[in-house]
Structure formats: structure tokens, C-alpha cells
């Protein structure tokens, strides 16, 4: 059975109807990974925590796989510009690709494909995989079969990053060659159950998320709401770093009572929670440098409250060089940049993006 697309705008771009059964087919060969006939054992087996088994050491072996014609499409300069896009490796869209080629097709071999997965699933964290599994069932017809990857620099000889993206989902590996950025550069992520979710987003896997910032609100007292509540709602690829000096919308986190900012504090735990332990401890120094969640701001936006039931779908927080916007209607589009100081240049994260 083909798996069509639920039409979104705000997500539309040039894809094609996803054959699921492909998806099926192909899904499980990242189980085959630790088998003997595949060409790279050593990482395949590799006891979790050691060095093998870290993605930007299981990239250096997929990009000495590669031919020298698969390098010439998915591989690229650290520095690489592109003509519409700018330096590709730290452009970030809703919904784009970074290489045309798709990761279970048939550009890749079974090794490749399968040393892509682990490096996907190195990045996010082991309670997290089944969920952005789930995430990528809904929006893309399953893992695999929409997304596609680039390498940017030389794997194992300096800078080097490794970027998926796809339909909902920019994701990097950097090994920390991106200096004073989180993430290894602005990262995505979303998930549309339906193109127009009901209220309560049933079965959206980051809408706790927002229940989570919601409860920081309900301990809002009437005038902290006011403050808080803002308008108009930025468009959602807004996500440049404003600096120190900044008036940023919402209510100032140095402005609430101590339980109400550890609270906050709480959320910010559950955003980074999808995320490999490493990326987390990043965001959350980069933010520290800045002055912490002390020098941020908290917003919640009347439009787009879907149902009109004031639980906010849409919401933010921001600092000097920290912007985390959450969009949630009509479905979640998250937006993610963070850096260690706000002269960091994130290119892209307010250029041109897919309609």
C-alpha cells in the first residue's frame, strides 16, 4: 500500500507518493549490522561507550566506503557555498534535502546504508529512536525512504560534519569541528500526525514538549501572563540570534520566582532529551556561556492556539544566542540555534526555505 503524504503547506515541497513496502523491506538493515558477511564488523559489534562505536568514528568508515562517484554527489568541502542555499553545511528548512540521493535507495550499498543508521541512531538518544522512528512513519512513509545525507570536510583529518535532512528533520554530526555551536549548527525537527493536528496533537511524539512549557505558564500569576503572552507569532524561520541587548518578547526569566525557573529549567531538560548526551551537554554550556536561562526570555503566542483552549501551541525561548521555537500549529515545527556567543554566524537560519 502506498503511503501519500497529508498536504501541507507550510511542509510542501517536490516529493513523490512513498512506496511503504519499501519501507518494510529495506527497514531492517541496521539489524543485520552485527552479521559477519557485512564489511565492517568492528564498529557493528563495538560495546557501547567505546570509541568505535561513536558516530563521527562509524562516519570515518562510511566516507573510506564510499566510491569516488558517490563522493563527487554527497560529499563537499567544510566550507562548501551553494548557489541558492549559501554555506550549505549550516542551512536548515522545514522540509529539504540536502543530496537528492535517499538513503535506501539505491545509491548506497547495504554496508552504507546500515552504517548511516547507526550513525542516526548515535545521535539520538536510545529512548528516542523508536519515537523519531514513529516521527519519520508519519511524515515520510518510514526511515530511510525520504531522508538523505552529506559530508562535509575529510572524516578523520579535521573539521568534518555529517548532516541528514529530510522532511522534517535536519540532524549533525560534527565531533565538535563547529566551533562554539550546539549541535554542530541550527537543527530541525517535527512531526505531523495529521496535517491539521486536533488540539491535543494525539500521537505527536514532541507535543509534551509543549505541555511541559505549558505548566510553566499555569504557575504564571495574571500580570507574569501578560507578559508573557505575545504578539504578533515570528515567522517560524526567525531563529537569528538577536544578541545581549536585544528587548526579546515574553517575560524575562530573571523575573520569575525561583520554582517557576526551575520549572523552566525542567523544560529545557525535556527539549534536549531527544539528543545524544554529548549534543545536550553542549546546549547546555553554550547557554551558560551566555548567562543561562537567567538571561532568556519566555513567550507564549495567542495565534495559533488550536480549539482556543489556551493551552499554547506556540511558544519560545529565547537569549543572546539562543533561540528554541516551538511552532505548533497546524502540526509541531521546531526551530533550534544555539551558539556560545552571539557573534557566532549560523548561515541560513533566516534565508529562503520551501513554501
Known amino acids: ?18 512506496d511503504r513496502r519499501h519501507f518494510l523491506k529495506t527497514a531492517g538493515v541496521a539489524v543485520a549490522a552485527g552479521s559477519a558477511s557485512l564489511a565492517f564488523p568492528n564498529w557493528a559489534v563495538a560495546k557501547e561507550g567505546s570509541i568505535a562505536s561513536k558516530p563521527e568514528s562509524i562516519v570515518k568508515t562510511l566516507y573510506d566506503s564510499l566510491k569516488e562517484e558517490q563522493r563527487k554527489k554527497v560529499c563537499f568541502d567544510w566550507d562548501h557555498m551553494d548557489k541558492t542555499r549559501g554555506l550549505l553545511r549550516t542551512y536548515v528548512a522545514n522540509n529539504w ?15 552504507q546504508q546500515a552504517m548511516i543508521r547507526e550513525v542516526f541512531k548515535g545521535i539520538i538518544h536510545p529512548d528516542w529512536v523508536r519515537r523519531i522512528d514513529k516521527q519519520l512513519e508519519d511524515d515520510a512513509g518510514g526511515y530511510g525512504n525520504d531522508q538523505s545525507i552529506a559530508i562535509f570536510g575529510q572524516p578523520g583529518s579535521g573539521k568534518f560534519e555529517f548532516v541528514m535532512t529530510g522532511r522534517h528533520m535536519t540532524i549533525r554530526c560534527d565531533g565538535d569541528s563547529a566551533d562554539h555551536v550546539a549541535f554542530g549548527g541550527p537543527i530541525f525537527y517535527g512531526h505531523a500526525v ?26 504564571l500569576d495574571s500580570k507574569q501572563r501578560e507578559q508573557a503572552l505575545s504578539s504578533p507569532r515570528p515567522t517560524e524561520q526567525k531563529v537569528g540570534f538577536q544578541g545581549p541587548d536585544a528587548k526579546l518578547p515574553g517575560i524575562r526569566v530573571a523575573d520569575m520566582s525561583s520554582d517557576q525557573r526551575d520549572e523552566l ?61 516551538f511552532r505548533g500549529a497546524p502540526h509541531v515545527h521546531v526551530w533550534v540555534n544555539i551558539a556560545s556567543d552571539p557573534s557566532v554566524k549560523t548561515n541560513s537560519v533566516e534565508g529562503q526555505y520551501p513554501a
Request: aromatic share 12%.
Open 97 to 111: 534535502n540536502i543530496t537528492p540521493e535517499e538513503i535506501n535507495g539505491e545509491f548506497y550499498t547495504k554496508d
Open 265 to 325: 529549567k525542567s523544560v529545557l531538560n525535556k527539549l534536549v532529551e531527544p539528543y545524544r548526551q554529548p549534543d545536550r551537554d553542549e546546549a547546555m554550556t553554550c547557554l551558560k556561556s551566555q548567562g543561562g536561562l537567567e538571561k532568556c526570555s519566555l513567550a507564549f503566542y495567542k495565534e495559533g492556539d488550536l480549539g482556543n483552549d489556551k493551552v499554547w501551541d506556540c511558544w519560545r525561548i529565547e537569549g543572546p544566542a539562543f533561540v528554541w521555537y
Open 1 to 18: 500500500m502506498a503511503h501519500t503524504r497529508t498536504n501541507c503547506p507550510d511542509c510542501a515541497s517536490d516529493f513523490e507518493t512513498i
Open 194 to 219: 495529521q496535517g491539521n493536528e486536533e488540539p491535543t496533537h494525539p500521537g505527536n511524539v514532541f507535543w509534551p514538549q509543549a505541555q511541559a512549557a505549558n505548566k510553566v505558564f499555569e504557575m
